[in-house]
């Protein structure tokens, strides 16, 4: 891969990345290794900020310290990108582009909080010029690496489509594909970007050009915006990965209502006949995981009527919730797709139940194969997949909303067949409350704000939410304090969510992702909750349910909108 569309084979890649010799070799001649350094840094942070990285950072305190390295790279960057000398070759756009939204969060948790300065000295119409903004086939690739989701740069996406529709469908995708989006200039690209790209997508006739590392964010993040017709892009995705497998090395295993037998080759029935075989398809589901929680006891009871296999990745399963199972099968991450289709074809399977879809690369590719003559998903992600070869979903009565909102046959099993069970080897922190009011007088001296606990995964803040909040805030009669408990909220992630909440609520509390007990200790110090919208909660109610918390939510015609009323 090179950068600067020059093979340099000879050059090793790095093992680490050190701020300093990384602020100096952007000022070099050699921007193959400054380029380098930065694709690894950055394939480092996707990993969780590797020990790999480095940097001297005398005299900053802790508190700011990630904004002061955050605004060292994001000023190396800068200086790399601004070079006239500086290009970007196939390889390395295509790599950088899967790595697009670290970027963006390094440039949004830095004091630039984006790089439209960069694109301003890259610009064809004279460098530092602000409008007219014009675009070639020198600074386009430039440009998509440095349009970021907190760009205050117009989008405009039919200019960019009719220049160069392959490279700009990358930015397209990387852009709705945020984990975070909770600024109003974030957010509302993605709500463009959904209302606009679907019907283009069919324009591209391969995956070649998108960012397959990322399409499974694209997929399931979807979810988390306000448009009514948020869902549209997963048809697109659908259709185009179906195509793309088919004219690959992978064919539909069942057809139909037969599973690929002959008349000729039908086995003979002796004994009493075998029960069917159900394939279950895993995302996430160690015994701490959310999934585990709503489905391990349905899953389980499945082996009275079924024999039970299941299909995940290694890393995803634990020794516990394979127990839940009567095969399970592990594949690798990097053969997954190829692994579990070859599962399935010799397993021969009846039904194919996803326990959800989205979460996983393989799991989105798999379900656009037929593997048997009934394939089913259930509610490990709260929305409709838009796949035609998913026949059902399987979801509990009360939790439906508008069956209008599904692609899928709804298929409607009783309110409680779907019980929940506490995260395994976790004992639970007993409710105790000091009721408010004897709390308030022993502090009679001044207010003591109603603690309003908002528990949420970081994909569910959004900037529409945040401002409900805040005029909540400013309508109540009595001080309240939004305390926010954040799954997945950790490094900079949790920099960039504070400092967009504390732009719209100052007097918040944001906390950084907390271990299960120590949730439910912090729930204790609570009044009440209030769920986050469109997407609402599951387990996060039951939560703080149980910790004996009242709550709030705002209902609507989707599934992840309706769960938790």
Same mark, same amino acid.
Request: proline residues 6%.
């Given at each position: ?31 193959? +290794? ?35 390295? =955050? ?10 990108? +601004? ?5 970007? +070759? ?53 440009? =998509? ?70 399409? *499974? ?8 915006? $306000? ?139 798999? +379900? ?12 490990? *992600?709260?929305?409709?997949?838009? =796949? ?66 908002? =528990? ?38 949790? $920099? ?5 909440? *504390? ?63």
């Amino acid at each position: 891969m090179a950068f600067v569309g020059i093979p340099v084979g000879h050059l090793p890649q790095p093992d680490n990345f050190n701020l300093e010799q990384f602020e100096y070799q952007v000022t070099q001649a050699d921007t193959e +290794s400054a380029a380098r350094m930065l694709l690894f840094m950055l394939t480092q942070l996707d990993g969780q900020w590797g020990p790999q990285f480095s940097a001297y950072a005398p005299g900053v305190a802790d508190i700011g310290l990630n904004r002061q390295l =955050c605004t060292r790279i994001a000023g190396a960057v800068t200086t790399l990108f +601004s070079r006239q000398d500086f290009t970007v +070759s196939d390889g390395g756009y295509v790599q950088l582009m899967d790595l697009h939204r670290w970027l963006a969060l390094i440039f949004a948790v830095s004091l630039y909080r984006h790089a439209d300065h960069i694109i301003r000295n890259i610009n064809a119409a004279g460098g530092g010029v602000v409008d007219p903004l014009t675009l070639n086939s020198h600074n386009l690739r430039l440009f =998509c690496l440095c349009y970021f989701p907190d760009s205050q740069i117009a989008l405009q996406p039919d200019v960019l489509w009719q220049y160069d529709r392959r490279t700009v469908a990358r930015l397209f995708l990387a852009l709705i594909s945020g984990r975070t989006l909770p600024t109003s200039a974030a957010h509302g690209k993605r709500e463009q970007l959904l209302a606009w790209l679907p019907d283009r997508l069919a324009e591209l006739d391969s995956l070649d050009f998108l960012p397959t590392a990322v399409l *499974h964010d694209v997929y399931m993040h979807c979810s988390y915006a $306000d448009l009514t017709e948020k869902h549209r892009i997963k048809r697109s995705l659908n259709d185009l990965i179906r195509r793309s497998l088919l004219a690959g090395d992978f064919k539909d295993i069942a057809v139909g209502d037969n599973r690929g037998q002959t008349a000729t080759d039908a086995p003979e029935v002796q004994g009493p006949p075998k029960k069917p075989v159900m394939l279950v398809v895993l995302e996430w589901f160690t015994s701490q995981h959310s999934v585990y929680r709503t489905h391990s006891r349905a899953l389980a009871a499945l082996r009275g009527r079924f024999t039970v296999h299941a299909v995940g990745l290694t890393s995803a399963v634990d020794t516990v919730s394979r127990q839940v199972f009567d095969v399970f099968h592990e594949v690798d991450t990097a053969s997954a797709l190829q692994e579990a289709w070859a599962i399935a074809g010799k397993l021969r399977p009846d039904v194919v139940l996803y326990a959800g879809i989205g979460m996983f690369p393989f799991t989105i590719y798999l +379900s656009n194969l037929r593997l048997a003559p009934l394939q089913l998903v259930g509610l490990g *992600h709260g929305a409709s997949t838009f =796949c035609g070869q998913i026949n059902g979903f399987v979801i509990e009565e009360d939790l439906v909303g508008e069956e209008s909102c599904f692609s899928e046959t709804v298929i409607r099993v009783p309110a409680d067949a779907m019980p929940f069970v506490p995260p395994a080897d976790v004992r639970r922190v007993p409710v105790t409350r000091t009721p408010f009011l004897t709390r308030q007088q022993a502090q009679w001296r001044e207010p003591l704000p109603v603690r309003v606990a908002v =528990c949420a995964s970081v994909m569910k803040i959004n900037p529409n939410f945040l401002a409900t909040l805040a005029e909540i805030e400013r309508r109540s009669r009595v001080a309240v304090r939004f305390c926010f408990y954040m799954g997945f909220a950790q490094g900079l992630t949790l $920099d960039y969510l504070r400092d967009a909440i *504390h732009a719209v609520l100052p007097g918040a509390e944001v906390n950084a992702h907390m271990p299960v007990q120590a949730y439910q200790s912090a729930l204790n110090s609570c009044e009440l909750f209030v769920s986050p919208f469109p997407y609402g909660n599951m387990n996060g109610v039951v939560d703080a349910v149980r910790q004996g918390l009242p709550g709030v939510c705002l209902t609507g015609p989707e599934v992840h909108s309706h769960i938790d009323e």
